[in-house]
């Protein structure tokens, strides 16, 4: 989605340091990723679809290494958030962290208190480049704290420790409120505009995956413009709607496979609020069913699965 004329934009000197900042942390990381659980996977994981990629011939790659991307590393932090009491803190009770998530990364540090891990302290890449250009003394003590931290061999249990999770890679608007609801499993995304005076029409879109397909429901006038190709789009009008860009095909148990965009844009971004409500399905919200099942000569066998 892309979105016009936000207020308060990112400075375009902003935009470019982060990115500096993202890449000399992630940079200390890539260095040592076996002194750090969580980064170790991730970096499997990286690796694993670049690879994969490297190896294909598609001319879709860029789409399907978007969704293998934030698909695999959305599953891998709630991995790490049901086994890490210090991330799952991070994760849900922190909204600005939350946020720092699934984009482009939080560096978190944990302290070590009567044997149990405790989450103390985390900024989002936004907030460290904040740091780095207003406190740069702050910001250098961290660099160098997390090199002393990762070129130990061996880590001491006791200690205290930097953690830095890169993101899942999507793209939010900084300003969107970002719901976590056990009753999704594809994301919400909601756009409501503001209103400024009681005469003024309700006027909201709301944008819902769903497999295969994306249903997309408007209440009243909004600059919403769906985009067919790379050439044409057109403006969207009010009423419910689904866009289907890859058929399933029941041949079997296989599907048809995918890898598809839907793109749109939305002028006057600025006159709008965002809210998008992420699934949240955490392995310790799971539930597991054992049966036996007896047959007659006393043969036993069994089902156990997850409701996952």
């Known amino acids: 989605m892309v979105t016009e004329d936000l207020e308060r934009p990112i400075t375009l000197e902003k ?3 982060e990115i500096k900042v993202r890449k000399e942390v ?3 990381f890539d260095s040592y990723p076996k002194n750090d659980m969580i980064y170790q996977i991730y970096n499997t994981i990286d690796k694993n679809i670049s690879l994969e990629l ?5 001319n879709n790659d860029s789409t399907k290494n978007s969704i293998l991307r934030i698909v695999e590393f959305f599953n891998i932090l709630h991995f790490f958030e049901s086994i890490n009491d210090f991330v799952r803190d991070a994760y849900l009770n922190h909204h600005n962290l939350r946020h720092g998530f699934l984009t482009d990364g939080v560096l978190l540090k944990t302290e070590k208190r009567n044997d149990q891990t405790r989450f103390v302290l985390g900024y989002t890449i936004s907030e460290l480049t904040q740091i780095h250009l207003e406190n740069p003394e702050l910001y250098n003590s961290i660099i160098i ?5 990762l070129k130990r061999d061996v880590l001491d249990s006791a200690e205290d420790k930097w953690y830095f999770w890169p993101g899942c890679e999507m793209k939010i608007p900084s300003r969107t409120k970002v719901l976590l609801d056990t009753s999704i499993s594809k994301s919400k995304f909601v756009v409501t505009k503001r209103v400024e005076k009681l005469s003024d029409e309700a006027t909201q879109i709301v944008l819902e995956e769903k497999p295969y397909q994306l249903e997309v429901s408007m209440l009243g006038d909004n600059e919403l413009f769906y985009k067919d190709d790379e050439k044409s789009k057109q403006k969207l009008n ?3 709607f689904a866009i289907n860009k890859s058929e399933p ?3 079997g148990e296989g599907f048809e496979s995918g890898f598809n965009q839907i793109d749109f844009e939305l002028k006057n971004g600025q006159e709008y609020e965002y809210t998008l409500y992420v699934p949240y399905s955490s392995p310790r919200l799971d539930v597991k069913t054992h049966m036996k099942i007896y047959g007659t000569e006393e043969k036993v066998e069994e089902f156990i699965a997850t409701c996952s």
């Open 145 to 149: 704290e997390i090199k002393d931290q």
């Open 249 to 251: 095909i029941f041949v």
């Open 54 to 58: 490297s190896q294909s011939d598609s």
């Open 238 to 240: 009010p009423g419910f």
């Open 26 to 28: 992630k940079s200390l």
């Open 15 to 17: 935009s470019h340091l």
